[in-house]
C-alpha cells in the first residue's frame, strides 16, 4: 500500500497511523467548538467542565456548551429571557434527568448567526453576574 505526497495512504491514514483530518467524520459537537472558538480567544474565557462534559466559562462560571450526543447549544441567560425564548419557540427548556434549569435552553436549530448571538449573551449575561 503506497502513499501520497502528504504521507497518506489510500485508507487516509499517514504514516503515524493517524486519520487524515479529511477523511474524518464530523463529530455531533464540531459545529458549537467551531462556533466557540473566538470567545476561547478572549483573555477572561476557558475550557472547564459541566456535568463532566467541556463547557466554555467567563470568569470560571459556565455560560455555552453543548449536548455531548447531539450537538444542541446550551446557553445561560436570564431566567425571564429564557422564558420568552422558549414562549417564542426559539429554544426548549434545559432538564438534564427530568430537571428543569430556569436559567437555562437548550437549541436544537443549528443556526449560526442565532447562535452566535445567544452565546455572545450567555457571555455577557454570566460577565455580569460574576
Given at each position: ?30 459545529f458549537?467548538w ?21 463547557c ?15 450537538g ?59
Amino acid at each position: 500500500m503506497g502513499t501520497d505526497s502528504k504521507g497518506t495512504d489510500s485508507m487516509g491514514t499517514d504514516s503515524m497511523g493517524t486519520a487524515a483530518k479529511a477523511n474524518k467524520k464530523p463529530e455531533a459537537t464540531d459545529f458549537f467548538w467551531e462556533l466557540a472558538e473566538p470567545f476561547l480567544a478572549r483573555s477572561d474565557v476557558d475550557e472547564g467542565s459541566l456535568m463532566g462534559f467541556p463547557c466554555v466559562r467567563v470568569g470560571g462560571d459556565f455560560f455555552t456548551t453543548c449536548d455531548h450526543r447531539t450537538g444542541h447549544l446550551i446557553v445561560k441567560l436570564d431566567r425571564d429571557r429564557v422564558a420568552d425564548l422558549i414562549t417564542e419557540g426559539s429554544g426548549e427548556p434545559f432538564a438534564p434527568a427530568g430537571k428543569v434549569f430556569k436559567e437555562w435552553m437548550l437549541v436544537e436549530r443549528r443556526d449560526e448567526a442565532e447562535w452566535v448571538a445567544l452565546m455572545d449573551e450567555a457571555y455577557e449575561f454570566v460577565k455580569g453576574k460574576s
